[in-house]
């Protein structure tokens, strides 16, 4: 009996050993070899209004805008379980793979580097945006209910001018923008010029959580005496870039997708109502890239989040970033503003718009109330936009 006992443990932890573990990792590649493209043609991955805005800004294309190689991806496709994202700034990759297959995948010669982002199958929790009730106001006869929003973000003198807008390009990085397609009486579709699902590349986002629906409301709602937005002339690029129902690492990989797909199609803001914590030792992609994209003349505007004295989330404290703190509607700064931390004391950020009882139009067409600097920063958006001079 002992023998046997003995010899049934011996088996276990040999398969413990040898028993495979799933891993998500990011992938790192040394260089673009194979790429069918080159930064002397930028027409060829690039579209003409990015092309018009890097000429305007004086920002030449460079390797890092040319898409990663087709065949590296699928050397590397051969071995994942499951591709989940790329990214051409950052020459990286990110996939399911079981721990025994990381070996083979940093024996390529074309891979610099592997970091490990999960492990174990994702959790997923059901979680919805949460609005309250918005009851009934006095509505201001021009803005109707969502008048504190553009009073709060400065943007009520431009507008006065007849600022409204025109010819600015947004892209908003959201969760999802469930209903705006049907939602008629509110947004004006043809503003709307483009769509994708990250996360998802086979989705539909109007299908997907109205978090993101809330936020366009506050820029694009163009319903006189009950809801205008701050910049209902501007045009805009849809592109779910987060899912609520799982946190993960690798969610700022879509973030940082969100953004080249953003700047290949020209965009001049993007409003990304949205943050991540620092997990470990793990390289903060969305700070990389988003520093990226302000140095290719886009604006980017993120909330700073909602952690009072516990620090900005991730990607607001980057260089260039406009991190939008939150105020009430008597322009007081909010206690659940994040804060950085300077010179041993905890700063408001400069930036601020309304973010407490902040009227929004949800996924069901109705007018809500929302909290948190998610609804600070597309009023920013929204005011840099219709600044006479952007």
């Known amino acids: 009996m002992l023998r046997f006992f003995i010899s049934l443990l011996l088996f276990l932890g040999g398969f413990c050993v040898y028993a495979e573990e799933l891993l998500t990792v990011r992938v790192w590649l040394l ?12 027409d060829e991955f690039m579209s003409e209004r990015s092309i018009a805005r890097h000429k305007r800004d004086n920002v030449n294309f460079s390797l890092n805008d040319l898409p990663i190689s087709k065949v590296y991806k699928n050397e590397i496709a051969t071995i994942a379980n499951r591709f989940i994202c790329h990214s051409n700034w950052l020459n990286s990759l990110v996939i399911e793979c079981d721990s025994a297959m990381i070996e083979n995948i940093k024996n390529f ?20 945006s949460e609005f309250y009730d918005f009851g009934d106001v006095k509505r201001h006869p021009l803005y109707g209910v969502a008048q ?20 600015v390009f947004i892209a908003v990085l959201d969760d999802g923008f469930g209903g705006v397609d049907t939602l008629t009486q509110w947004f004006d579709k043809e503003r709307i010029k483009f769509n994708c699902d990250i996360v998802n590349p086979n ?51 879509f973030f940082v997708r969100g953004l080249e797909i953003a700047d290949s199609l020209g965009v001049d803001i993007v409003n990304a109502s949205l943050g991540y914590e620092q997990v470990g030792d793990i ?44 105020t009430d509607k008597r322009g007081r700064v909010i206690d659940f503003t994040s804060k950085e931390f300077i010179d041993g004391r905890h700063v408001a950020p400069k930036v601020k718009a309304l973010a407490s009882d902040v009227p929004v139009i949800n996924g069901g067409g109705k007018i809500m109330s929302a909290y948190g600097t998610s609804f600070a920063a597309p009023a920013i958006s929204g005011a840099i936009a219709v600044k006479e001079n952007f």
């Not at 504190?148 to 010819?167: L, M, V």
């Not at 994209?293 to 952690?307: L, R």
């Open 283 to 326: 390289t903060s992609v969305s700070c990389i890239a988003s520093e990226i994209a302000t140095k290719k003349g886009i604006k980017v505007v993120t909330s700073c989040g909602n952690k009072g004295d516990g620090g900005f989330t991730l990607p607001a404290n980057a260089d260039g970033v406009i991190a939008v703190g939150g």
């Open 203 to 253: 989705g539909d986002i109007f299908r997907e959580d109205d978090h993101g629906t809330a936020v366009l409301s506050i820029m694009l709602a163009n319903r006189i005496g009950e809801f205008v937005g701050v910049a209902p002339e501007s045009d805009y690029a849809l592109i779910r870039t987060e899912d609520i129902g799982f946190e993960a690492p690798f969610e700022e990989d």
């Open 31 to 42: 260089d673009k070899e194979g790429c069918e493209y080159s930064v002397t043609h930028p």
């Open 109 to 128: 010669p074309f891979v610099r580097r592997i970091e490990v982002l999960c492990r174990g199958e994702i959790v997923r929790n059901e979680i919805k």
């Open 148 to 167: 504190p929003i553009s009073k709060a973000a400065n943007a009520t003198q431009h507008h006065k001018k007849g600022c409204w807008g025109k010819d």
